[in-house]
Each structure stands twice: as structure tokens, then as C-alpha cells.
Nanobody
């Protein structure tokens, strides 16, 4: 699986952005998909994920109600709609996929097999 993330940019606080992640490979629909981010000087952290083809999203508490993760299996695309952005959301955002993961491991980046190159989101105050 190869992943290509896009859609980052500079936005003012309170604004919105939609990140996209294009995937290649034959088994996208059965994969768990997720977004992580790494802020300057911080560790990579979980943002959101969809477990396999459950359709049910999981979110970090810090983004719940502001971010929406979605997938289009026919197009092999993963999205992250971000609203009410805050300066604390500034980070490089990565998409990732996992083939062998259980529900309790969703937030663990070490359980993801493939990663996109990252796209920078900068939120100005």
C-alpha cells in the first residue's frame, strides 16, 4: 500500500481544512485507516481512525466534535475534515493504514503498517 496525503496549508483559527489521502493497493476496503499528527517538539499522536470496514470512527478527545474522518473505498481515499481549527492543531498530519490491528490498538501508531509522507497544517491565531 502506498499513501499520498494532501490538503494541508495555512488557515486562521476557527477555519476549516479537508485533508485527503490517496491509497494504492488491492485491499484498501478491508484496512483500518487512521490519521495521526506530530506537532513541533511533540510526539506523534492519534487523531482519528476507522476500524476496518466498520464505518465507525474513533477520535482523540482533543478533536472530537471538530474533526470528521471518512473513507471512500471505491476511490481508495481517506479524508479528514477539520473545523474550528485551533493553533494547537498545528502539526504535520499523516495518514496510515493497518492490516492486523484490533480495536483496542487503534491509537497505537506502532500497529500501523503504511504511512503517507505527511502534510503540514498551520493554524494562525
Amino acid at each position: 500500500v502506498q499513501l499520498q496525503a494532501s490538503g494541508g496549508g495555512l488557515v486562521q483559527a476557527g477555519g476549516s481544512l479537508r485533508l485527503s489521502c490517496a491509497a494504492s493497493g488491492h485491499t484498501f476496503s478491508s484496512l483500518t485507516v487512521g490519521w495521526f499528527r506530530r506537532a513541533p517538539g511533540k510526539e506523534r499522536e492519534f487523531v482519528a481512525a476507522i476500524f476496518r470496514n466498520s464505518g465507525r470512527p474513533s477520535y482523540a478527545d482533543s478533536v472530537k466534535s471538530r474533526f470528521t474522518i471518512s473513507r471512500d473505498n471505491a476511490k481508495k481515499m481517506l479524508y479528514l475534515r477539520m473545523s474550528s481549527l485551533e493553533p494547537e492543531d498545528t502539526a504535520v498530519y499523516f495518514c496510515a493504514t493497518a492490516s492486523r490491528i484490533i480495536l483496542s490498538e487503534l491509537k497505537n501508531p506502532n500497529r500501523y503498517d503504511y504511512w503517507g509522507q505527511g502534510t503540514l497544517v498551520t493554524v494562525s491565531s
